[in-house]
C-alpha cells in the first residue's frame, strides 16, 4: 500500500542548529511530495512543493527539502532553526491514480533557546 | 481572497448527540476533501466530493458519519450519535478540478465528545 513514514517522532533542538527531518515514500510511479506545518492551535500551512524538475526544493521560511528518488526520500531541511520553528511538520504524498493526500505521522520539532 | 473556512472552530458534543461541520472551499474550488486528525497521528483521509457527488469514501467510517457537497452552500460533514473516540481534529482541504494534487486547507473544527 502507498504510504508515508516519518522517522522523528519528536525532535528537540537548540536555536541556530541545523534541522533536517526524514520523510520516506512506499511507491514506484508518479509521486508528488509536500512538507506542511501546523504551529501550535494553527492549521496547516504548505511550506514546500515537489511536482517535478529539481530535485532540491526551496520553500517558505528558509526550508528546503531534496527529492531522491533512488532512496524515496523527501527530507526537509534547514540550516539554522528559530525557536519560532517550534511546530508539527507533516510530510505529505500524492499518488498518481489517487485522489487525497497522504499524510506521515508528523514530527514535533522544539527549538530551545 | 478568502482561503479555505471552517466552522465552528471548537464543537463540544456530548455522548449520543449530532455533530455538523461546515466547510466553504476557496472560491473557484469545487473539489472538497475532508481529513481527521486523531492525537498523535497524521491527517488520514476519510471523503472527497465534488458539487452534489460523493466521488471517494474510501476513508469514512461505514456508520454514523456522512458528507455532502450541495450545489449551494458548503460541505458538511455529519457525524450522528458521537462517541469519545470521534474526539479529533477534522480538517476540510479543497483544489480546484485541474490539479487535485494542490489541496488547500482550512483551519480545522476541533470536535470534544465528553
Known amino acids: 500500500a502507498q504510504s508515508v513514514s516519518q522517522h522523528n517522532h519528536h525532535v528537540i533542538l537548540s536555536e541556530a542548529a541545523s534541522l533536517e527531518l526524514g520523510c520516506n515514500y512506499s511507491y514506484g510511479g508518479t509521486v508528488n511530495l509536500f512538507w506542511y506545518v501546523q504551529y501550535p492551535g494553527q492549521h496547516l500551512q504548505l511550506l514546500l512543493k515537489?511536482?517535478?524538475?529539481?530535485?532540491l526544493v526551496k520553500g517558505i521560511k528558509g526550508f528546503e527539502a531534496e527529492f531522491i528518488k533512488s532512496k524515496f526520500s523527501f527530507n526537509l531541511r534547514k540550516p539554522s532553526v528559530q525557536w519560532s520553528d517550534t511546530a508539527e511538520y507533516f510530510c505529505a504524498a500524492w499518488f498518481s491514480g489517487n485522489t487525497p493526500l497522504v499524510f506521515g505521522k508528523g514530527t514535533r520539532l522544539s527549538v530551545i533557546a | 481572497n478568502a482561503g479555505v473556512m471552517q466552522n465552528p472552530r471548537h464543537l463540544v458534543r456530548r455522548r449520543g448527540q449530532e455533530a455538523r461541520l461546515r466547510c466553504s472551499p476557496m472560491?473557484?474550488?469545487?473539489?472538497v476533501y475532508w481529513y481527521r486528525q486523531l492525537p498523535e497521528e497524521g491527517l488520514k483521509f476519510m471523503v472527497y466530493?465534488?458539487?452534489?457527488?460523493?466521488?471517494?469514501e474510501s476513508g469514512m467510517p461505514k456508520e454514523r458519519f456522512s458528507a455532502e457537497f450541495p450545489k449551494e452552500g458548503p460541505s458538511i460533514l455529519r457525524i450522528q450519535q458521537v462517541v469519545r473516540g470521534d474526539s479529533a481534529a477534522y480538517f476540510c482541504?479543497?483544489?480546484?478540478?485541474?490539479?487535485?494534487?494542490?489541496?488547500?486547507f482550512g483551519p480545522g473544527t476541533r470536535l470534544t465528545v465528553t
Open positions: 515537489y511536482f517535478s524538475g529539481d530535485p
Open positions: 472560491k473557484g474550488h469545487s473539489h
Open positions: 482541504a479543497s483544489s480546484s478540478g485541474s490539479s487535485s494534487y494542490e489541496q488547500y
Open positions: 466530493l465534488q458539487k452534489e457527488n460523493i466521488i471517494d
